[in-house]
């Protein structure tokens, strides 16, 4: 495949009528209601406040993302990072916000590997040498400054409350803390905030973060350079290089966010927009929804359809592990990659008798199924702004570490690098070297905030739930497509493939027994999951009566609103 500057991949973009900022429909009437959907029912009516207090969805989103920081301590916080995808109602244009962490300046290429180049386990998921430098404080700030109405310092109202007067647990906090409680014994902050005197703590314990709530309120202040530079920036090198981290000054100093334009494409009239590189999200569906076009989905039987989505995502996780990286330091041909011409040549092997083994298709490094955390929520306010942010600290809790003082619990984002690319190994894999670590390079992510236009209806849609994310807003694409309503699309059932392993995920009663058999027949391995998975938060708007719904994915503790706003 031809590779392409990042800046001919722009250049196409602006050209390309599929793939440009502006949307091609008409913008909605004046909406009457908001509708907020967030994984958490204390973030949700942080939002609902702030619109009320004259926020539009941009303020809320700040507030919202406070407060998850707050509350939701094992999904999202200040020590991470995320996408934020907006809608602008007033120009109807469309920009993607990265807020991706970012490999500090000392990190090399092997600095998860041991003498004799084997990956140190857990090197790159506990403690303070597996966190990235944190994009959120500065995505809030920018958020606020170039979009929102209200100030900051009102915006992070509810989250600096919150944090000095507590939340209480409930069982969700407690399995994600049962799940790190020995990683969260390591390091005396965090054991002291997240646990109850070292052990899980109960149901309606009040955690108080009194230190969050300080830096919360430093950034309140002085906007990024409340959490960059400074007094919690100091705090925040001390504690990581006193615990084995390689955080300097300077990174954090050095740390941006970059405005990029989403990637957009159509199916069959379905206008999509979604996320570009740092994260794979947006190629990856753009790719399995050309496939599914190619293929005449939309006319395929009930069992020709799954096989047809299965053998697109082998193909597109295939693809994935081998070009997708951080597109501001490795070429990325984004542009190739999504286009017909690609699908076609991806579906040139395709035989709709059989699977398609992964082991028959081009090698590449395997890539890792992320732990069972990170969080979206969708917003659409009364003018038409639209939000779609999925925000991560990795695994439950992250690394585990907070910074002594700052009440900021980092990132294990370093683990979504590979560790190890482009080393040989038994299938002779070429792939990896896309997504390798190198100083102040972004790590290649999954998640994929969308929006949908389709029919006079727009959805804003995501979820958690790390290499799944993309299958999980694929199918709920597919819902929506169908005409499906907030509710039906959070809570569909989910099925997965990610080229390796070679086997389809589902959720415990995904799959009816027949349709099981007859894609065994065909060849593919199924493997039932213990549990389901995934936190799905959308918001629908129907464009002729500007009419709204929302709902949270039954399988999560969150809520979802919608509201009049005057
Ligand atoms: O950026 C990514 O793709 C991962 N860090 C997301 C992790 C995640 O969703 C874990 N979730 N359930």
Known sequence: MRRRSLLAVFFFVVLLPACSWQSTHTPPPALHDAAIATAHPLATQAGVQ?????GNAFDAAVAVTAVLAVVEPYSSGLGGGGFWLLHKARDNTQVMIDGREKAPLAAHRDMYLDADGEVIPRASVDGPLSAGIPGVPAAMAHLARHYGRLPLKQSLQ??????????????????MAQFRQSVLQNWEDGEAIFLQDGEVPD???????PDLANTLEQIANQGADGFYKGEIAGKLVRSVRENGGIWTLQDLAQYSIVERLPLQFSYNGMRVTSVTPPSSGGVALAQIFNMLALGNYDKLNAVDKKHLLIEAMRRAYRDRAEYLGDSDVVDVPVIELASMAHARQLLANLDMQRATPSADLPP???????GPDT????IVDKQGNRVAATLSINYPFGSCFVAEGTGVLLNDEMDDFSSKPGSPNVYGLVGAEANAIAPGKRMLSSMSPSFAEYNNRIAVLGTPGGSRIITMVLLGLLQFYDGADATTIVNAPRMHHQYLPDKVFYEPGALPPERIAALQQKGHVLQQLDSTYGNMQVVVMDRNTGRLNAASDKRGVGSAQVLTVE
């Open 158 to 175: 509810p989250a600096i409350t919150l944090a000095r007067n507590g939340f209480a647990v409930d069982e969700h906090y407690r399995r």
């Open 364 to 370: 590449v490094a395997v890539d890792k199924l992320d």
């Open 50 to 54: 702030i619109l009320q207090q004259g």
């Open 203 to 209: 149901v309606g314990y009040i955690i108080r973060q």
């Open 375 to 378: 969080t979206h929520f969708s």
